[in-house]
């Protein structure tokens, strides 16, 4: 194990990668300002819905969330030249994370992904080539890599894909009435619009949305096929570019195929005056016990997060336990209603609650098919009231539906939300059974 983590390899790949790694973090963050991302999601509404547990994390005040996407952006721009990069890669890392756990009204798998990655790069020896690091300082300069540098990426993205593509094997995905009903919105799209709308499309996309998930890592190791592969990735990454819009995503799944191309095409092609590392030596570090350990440990936790659900009652598709963290990505159609009741317990007397008084369009949509949005809205509620010196019973009136289907109730109307308690790692009795 110590000559495969161990043993060098040429390192033009990484310091490719870092390239284009903080070039994508830099358009993420000011493409997050500029779109009004960041005043929709982090300034205009009056609280977020953090990740339970992270009740404290809340957006700084004013236009603070700006200036913390802006130091983002700074920080990624120094990632792409390589300057102070241990410091750049970190402080990125840890304000993406501080952003990511801070609301998830507008979670998307992708986000989960770049905050795993960024404290991935953060550990990398990315900056020893091609980098003002390496200007300030020569003795930083290096050609070689750990192979495990590379490898962490492979495991990483295999990971990543084989959850997405088991995830899509079910009766509603196979058969493309979720395809479908992601597609109906797509129809005002310029030239393509109506041929989203096909029968034979939804399948296409259905079937090859499950095998290139599945297959992609597997035929980009091997060698014969590793051109078709990355063919393969550039259509369905720009595929999912235009019709999803989602972000950096595809375009950084794009940077990830230069791990698997040999370090002499990648050189040839970005970076032409370097030299090419061949000596494959073997440097077994001091601390390759405790190395080795986080390695184990770290990948260990990836492979039995996204499986927790099958040990959680009833179907995720439903209840949503166990989604995130899942890599469970584009996968079914919710709609829904809600209402709230609340009783005053002192006199008995209803208080009536207006949603578009505490929350925007956008938490609404959220709050009306995910149990722990609702949970923790009706925790807010109590709170609010506790401060006016009321003590109150919340009960909410919920109707979800799944991929187009009946609506049927989905939260206990006779359970008082107020006093429930939301579990995230088992089932919470106050979601009613999908059947």
């Known amino acids: 194990m110590n000559s495969f983590l161990f043993k060098h390899i040429d390192n033009s790949a990484l310091v490719v990668f870092r390239i284009f790694f903080g070039l994508l973090c830099f358009l993420e963050s000011v493409g997050a300002i500029f779109t009004g991302w960041v005043n929709k999601t982090l300034i205009e509404p009056q609280f977020t819905f953090n990740f ?23 920080f990624g721009l120094c990632i792409m030249l ?3 990069y241990r410091l750049s890669a970190f402080g990125f890392a840890l304000l993406w994370a501080g952003t990511y756990f801070m609301q998830k009204t507008a979670y998307n798998n992708h986000y989960y992904l770049l905050f795993l990655l960024s404290f991935i790069m953060a550990i990398l020896p990315a900056n020893r080539y091609a980098s003002l690091d390496v200007k300030l300082n020569p003795k930083l300069k290096s050609i070689s890599m750990p192979n495990w540098c590379r490898w962490v990426f492979i495991v990483q993205l295999f990971i990543v894909y084989t959850y ?10 196979l058969d493309t009435s979720v395809i479908k009903l992601l597609m109906q919105n ?7 619009g109506q041929l989203l709308q096909n029968e034979g499309i939804h399948y296409f996309i259905a079937y090859s949305g499950i ?13 014969p096929t590793r051109k078709y592969a990355f063919f393969a990735s550039i259509f369905f990454h720009l595929f999912n570019s235009f019709v999803f819009h989602i972000g950096i995503f595809p375009y950084l799944s794009l940077a990830f195929c230069l791990f698997f191309f040999e370090p002499e095409t990648v050189r040839n092609i970005f970076l032409k005056k370097k030299k090419l590392y061949t000596k494959s030596e073997i440097k077994i570090p001091s601390h390759k016990n405790v190395f080795k350990s986080v390695f184990i440990v770290y990948f260990l936790i990836q492979i039995i997060l996204p499986l927790r659900h099958y040990f959680i009652k009833d179907n995720v598709l439903w209840t949503e336990e166990g989604h995130r963290l899942s890599w469970r990505m584009m996968l079914r159609a919710k709609s829904g209603s809600i209402s709230f009741r609340v009783v005053d317990n002192a006199t008995n007397n209803l208080i009536p609650i207006k949603l578009n008084e505490y929350l925007t369009k956008k938490q609404q949509r959220s709050l009306r098919t995910k149990p ?3 949970w923790q809205f009706s925790q807010i509620l109590k709170k609010q009231f506790k401060s006016e010196g009321k003590d109150v019973s919340i009960f909410a009136t919920c109707y979800v539906s799944v991929n187009g289907k009946p609506s049927k109730r989905f939260i206990d109307p006779e359970i008082d939300l107020a006093k429930a308690e939301c579990n995230y790692f088992k089932h919470n009795t106050w979601i009613l059974p999908s059947k």
């Open 372 to 374: 722990d949005f609702i």
């Open 186 to 192: 797509k129809s005002n799209f310029p030239v393509v």
């Open 82 to 84: 390589g300057y102070k």
């Open 52 to 74: 339970l547990g992270f009740d404290w994390l809340q957006p700084l005040p004013g236009n603070g969330m700006y200036v913390c996407y802006g130091i983002m952006g700074v």
């Open 211 to 223: 095998l290139f998930d599945g297959l992609v890592i597997p035929l980009l190791l091997f060698i």
């Open 164 to 173: 997405a593509s088991i995830a899509k094997i079910y009766p509603d995905w």
